[in-house]
């Protein structure tokens, strides 16, 4: 485990143990997003490659050199005047999954890629500043048969595009967070430091419920919790 600008990274470099404990993992539990389940196949391919010892022939290096062409980012400028005669290969393509999610999944995704939010919108001549809580899942755009999955999952829910390449899963009313979103990580703990910020949330939205944010105690209450929330956490 390693720690640079204040981001942590687990890393498995043995190879060994990512053939007899990684890819077996993620056999007996697929990955859900489209693009990463033909990354993995594709990395799995070239790790049994180096296990059997192939890649000290030219044939085996040069199969994975072709592999890489499609995994993640390809090849290097280096790598491609270095090695001229590797076969580019077509990406394969997977049938898009429509299965439901498991909520265990859904949990784990979040603490990964979800985010906890909430705006106060203090326009000049408005009486009191309107308050607004989101969730949200941002993805690239490829990814969006996922987003779209779990909109399916909540049965709430809207999904946004714009031209950046980017999709946005959101939910903002306060119906759906309560009696959806809410229960679903009560049940499902998020495990990582985002369980504050859901915690914090929720604080929020129930302050909400009672209609606090249009007093300026509940205000200021939602002022102090929000300072407190994603990167300004401590």
Known sequence: MTKKNQKVYYTINRIQD???VVIPHFLSYPLQSDKKKIDFDLWAEIV???ISKKHLTKDGLL????LKTILNRGLSKKLISEFPDVINLSRPLLELSTNSLNNHWIAGFTAAEGSFSVTINEKDGRKLPQVRARFS???HARDINILTRISNQFNTGNIYSNNKGTVLFQIANLTSIKTKLIPLFDEHNLNNIK???FLDFKQIICLM???EHLRNYGLNTIREIKSNMNLRRM
């Open 18 to 20: 990512l053939n007899s």
């Open 48 to 50: 049994r490659i180096i």
């Open 63 to 66: 199969r994975i050199l072709s």
């Open 137 to 139: 899942i941002g993805l």
């Open 195 to 197: 369980h504050f910020d």
């Open 209 to 211: 419920e009672n209609r």
